[in-house]
């Protein structure tokens, strides 16, 4: 019997991750996967499955879904409350075929992740089944009555007593690199160190939007702008009107704009999970 589950409902917007499609920059394909990947590889290790399984990122809840075949469940990220047949249950937790998991709304970040015993199972293309919605590889989002294969399991799910959620702080500390460009600015580390920002509404997986603080340019730098560069992701842009963008695992390249700094890996699972109107400031440093 095909191991899979059906799609009976999605929130905003459900997509397939792994731990994304890294080192395809020459071909203008961005790393993209999962925002948050230290809570995916959580998921994956309590059913079971490898780190790097695809799982499913999961924004504002909402996902409802029908287990085809028994499987192992685990839902990581923020306190997401996740209820089996009707029935509140904590996670990890089983399905036997026929039963109904279905996700509420997370408590103190955006995005929960859903790992299955043996991952999700679509094709994978560039070595990764991440939906990477610039580029348009991977599949695309989730939607009512779509039906996901599963691997075949091939470790034993892991019990915890006490998993313990994601929660975005009430002021977001952001650590940052300077450069390549911050020569481009009136004392960089000042201004960063200095500025306060709230997290915009108008992010997504591409990248995280500030106001607050506009960053001010060398007068000899003003209204000028350059070719469009590469970028790593956790880039810091600075537009013409001053307020910061990070870019995010769905990043393109610049769009003409100079990159003051850059956030570390470390700092940008919190930064995914950050809802908007999160107070925000920067701690400006140099690479060791």
């Excluded at 091939?154 to 994601?166: E, F, H, I, K």
């Excluded at 390249?253 to 700094?261: D, M, Q």
């Amino acid at each position: 019997m095909t191991r899979a589950v059906t799609v009976l409902a999605t929130g905003p917007q459900v997509l397939v991750q792994d731990l994304g499609r890294p080192g395809n920059a020459h071909l203008g394909v961005p790393p993209s996967g999962a925002l948050d990947p230290p809570s995916l590889a959580l998921a994956n290790r309590l059913v079971g499955n490898p780190g790097g399984a695809a799982g499913l990122e999961v924004l504002l809840g909402g996902l409802v879904l029908r287990a085809e075949t028994s499987c192992s469940v685990a839902v990581t990220g923020p306190a997401t409350p996740a209820l089996v047949n009707g029935v509140p249950r904590d996670s990890p937790l089983h399905l036997a075929p026929g039963d109904v998991l279905a996700l509420g709304t997370p408590v103190g970040g955006l995005r929960c992740y859903v790992a299955l015993s043996g991952g999700v199972d679509v094709p994978a293309e560039l070595g990764s089944r991440s939906a990477d919605l610039l580029s348009g590889l991977g599949p695309p989002p989730l939607a009512p009555g779509d039906v996901l294969p599963l691997g075949t399991p091939t470790g034993v799910p892991v019990g915890v007593d006490v998993l313990v959620p994601v929660r975005v702080p009430d002021v977001l500390v952001v650590p940052v690199l300077l450069g390549p460009r911050d020569d481009w600015f009136t004392d960089p580390a000042g201004q960063l160190r200095a500025g306060r920002w709230t997290v915009s509404d108008r992010g997504n997986r591409v990248g995280v939007r500030l106001t607050g603080t506009a960053l001010e340019r060398e007068p000899g730098r003003v209204g000028r702008e350059l070719p469009s560069e590469g970028l790593v992701t956790g880039a810091v842009q600075v537009p013409a009107d001053g307020a910061p963008v990070v870019f995010l695992a769905d990043h393109p390249t610049t769009g003409g704009y100079p990159v003051i700094g850059v956030v570390p890996p470390g700092a940008l699972p919190l930064l995914g999970q950050a809802p908007p109107g999160t107070p925000l400031v920067f701690a400006p440093g140099t690479p060791a």
